[in-house]
């Protein structure tokens, strides 16, 4: 037996093509920028607590935490906070990444003082939480240029390892190249092989927030400048890179990517 359906009423493909649709829109929804800001906020807060906790902890107690551990360990968190909150606010966890994506069109810079100051926020209390329960100096947990090399080397340095990093995460955000939750593995990735190789020399920070937590609770900034020109540069040479292999950014994967795509209601083509 055959019903007739009433026009007027949605089917189940019209529904789901709406619910793309809403999520969409839903990028720009300032009702949902507090989650987005909280979100930022935290990934940054676990990420620095790996970053910094490494050297704090090596600090405490020595001979615990090879150079090899300290670096991997950020790459895994990266990767699991992409996991767990990359579709709430897009995961940056670096003020880099925020102006990258902005330079790219993929995410409004209205938006991008807001996510840089949590992400800062966030470093610090991640430093003051580790201070405060390691009981060793913020300092060593952060990122400075090695004994013998200048801060124009660690620049360098920084600024090459950013390119690397920035291009993954674009390129991950990116149409036909947009490999989901596969984008996590390939982020956190490159963060631990980045800092097997780069980070005798710099650290391989590629993060200003992540340098900035530790340096402010430590109360030193011994060649800070070096970590927010570097980052910001190379991530600013990664969008030019970008443009290159990809065109122009704005499309709806990109966005989708670099902002979250938050939405109460999930439609389910399959039901009517």
Same mark, same amino acid.
């Given at each position: 037996?055959t019903?007739?359906?009433?026009?007027?009423?949605?089917?189940?493909?019209?529904? %789901?093509?709406?619910?793309?649709?809403?999520?969409?829109?839903?990028?720009?929804?300032?009702?949902?920028?507090w989650?987005r800001?909280?979100?930022?906020?935290?990934?940054? &807060?676990?990420?620095?607590?790996?970053?910094?906790?490494?050297g704090?902890?090596?600090?405490? &107690?020595?001979?615990?935490?090879?150079?090899?551990?300290?670096?991997v360990?950020?790459?895994?968190?990266?990767?699991?906070?992409?996991?767990?909150?990359?579709?709430?606010?897009?995961?940056?966890?670096?003020?880099?990444?925020?102006?990258? &994506?902005?330079?790219r069109?993929?995410?409004?810079?209205?938006r991008?003082?807001?996510?840089?100051?949590?992400?800062?926020?966030?470093?610090?209390?991640a430093a003051?939480?580790?201070?405060?329960?390691?009981?060793?100096?913020?300092? %060593?947990?952060?990122?400075?240029?090695?004994?013998? %090399?200048?801060?124009?080397?660690?620049?360098?340095?920084?600024?090459?390892?950013t390119?690397?990093?920035?291009?993954v995460?674009?390129? !991950?955000?990116?149409?036909?190249?947009?490999?989901?939750?596969?984008?996590?593995?390939?982020?956190?990735?490159y963060?631990?092989?980045?800092?097997?190789?780069?980070?005798?020399?710099?650290?391989?920070?590629?993060?200003?927030?992540r340098t900035?937590?530790?340096?402010?609770?430590?109360t030193?900034?011994?060649? %800070?400048?070096?970590?927010?020109?570097?980052?910001?540069?190379?991530?600013?040479?990664?969008?030019?890179?970008a &443009?290159?292999?990809?065109?122009?950014?704005?499309?709806?994967?990109?966005s989708?990517?670099?902002?979250?795509?938050?939405? !109460?209601?999930?439609?389910?083509?399959?039901?009517?």
């Amino acid at each position: 037996m055959t019903t007739n359906h009433d026009p007027s009423v949605p089917g189940p493909i019209a529904r %789901y093509e709406q619910g793309i649709i809403d999520r969409v829109n839903d990028f720009n929804d300032p009702r949902q920028e507090w989650r987005r800001l909280f979100s930022e906020l935290l990934g940054t &807060f676990f990420l620095v607590l790996v970053a910094a906790g490494g050297g704090m902890m090596g600090q405490a &107690f020595p001979g615990t935490i090879s150079r090899t551990a300290a670096v991997v360990a950020p790459g895994l968190m990266v990767m699991a906070i992409i996991l767990f909150m990359g579709k709430v606010s897009g995961a940056h966890l670096n003020p880099a990444v925020s102006i990258a &994506f902005a330079l790219r069109r993929d995410f409004p810079w209205w938006r991008v003082p807001g996510y840089v100051v949590v992400q800062l926020i966030g470093a610090t209390l991640a430093a003051l939480f580790l201070h405060e329960v390691i009981n060793v100096s913020a300092k %060593y947990g952060s990122n400075f240029p090695a004994h013998g %090399y200048s801060n124009w080397a660690a620049f360098w340095m920084e600024l090459i390892l950013t390119v690397g990093l920035v291009s993954v995460i674009l390129g !991950t955000a990116s149409g036909a190249q947009n490999i989901g939750i596969l984008g996590a593995l390939g982020v956190g990735g490159y963060i631990a092989l980045a800092g097997l190789w780069g980070s005798p020399i710099s650290g391989a920070s590629m993060n200003p927030a992540r340098t900035f937590g530790p340096d402010l609770v430590g109360t030193t900034f011994t060649g %800070y400048w070096v970590y927010v020109a570097g980052p910001i540069i190379g991530a600013a040479i990664a969008v030019g890179i970008a &443009f290159v292999l990809r065109g122009r950014g704005g499309g709806r994967s990109g966005s989708g990517a670099a902002q979250g795509d938050i939405f !109460t209601e999930t439609v389910d083509p399959g039901k009517s």
